[in-house]
């Protein structure tokens, strides 16, 4: 095949190269997302084996001399000489230019909301660790140890007493 129809059947095949799906799925953490990341998972996989399939083929070449035994050369000559006069235009691709810069651009973005991702994420587990460790410490802490780990609550409760507000 050649023309627009094999080099989109050659990128695709590339991209599906480069897609670290494993990568991804790693990432999803709820049931519906893994549910949508595996049906789009699965519409790349049939859009690309279409693409592989379908458009990476030659067409067949007429058998002109067949056709002119079983139907004469006169009709044959007419018919092969509309067929040589088709012109298929070439595609020319106007849109992939366009937003190429946009998808560029949303790469970044991704990549930066991704950072700011793991690192919120980073930060909630080690407050999720310390809720934990504060629950299980709970029972028997006194009150200087919870004020040595919460200082401004020690100054918040000293000024309310020393300015004898006692939250009334």
Not at 13 to 41: N, Q, Y
Not at 151 to 161: A, G, H
Request: proline content about 4%; overall charge negative.
């Amino acid at each position: 095949m050649s023309g627009v129809g094999k080099k989109v059947a050659d990128v695709a095949f590339k991209a599906s190269k480069t897609i670290d799906w494993d990568g991804m799925a790693k990432m999803i953490v709820t049931d519906e997302a893994r549910k949508e990341f595996s049906s789009l998972r699965r519409a790349f996989d049939e859009v690309n084996s279409t693409l592989q399939t379908k458009f990476s083929q030659e067409p067949e070449p007429i058998d002109w001399e067949y056709y002119r035994k079983g139907l004469g050369s006169r009709i044959v000559d007419s018919y092969k000489e509309y067929y040589d006069s088709v012109e298929i235009p070439k595609f020319v691709d106007k849109t992939t230019p366009e937003y190429k810069p946009k998808f560029d651009a949303l790469l970044i973005e991704l990549k930066e909301a991704e950072q700011k991702s793991l690192k919120e994420s980073e930060r909630l587990e080690k407050e999720i660790a310390d809720v934990q460790d504060l629950k299980k410490k709970l029972s028997t802490m006194t009150a200087d140890e919870y004020f040595e780990k919460h200082p401004e609550l020690k100054k918040k409760f000293d000024d309310e007493i020393r300015n004898d507000y006692w939250g009334y």
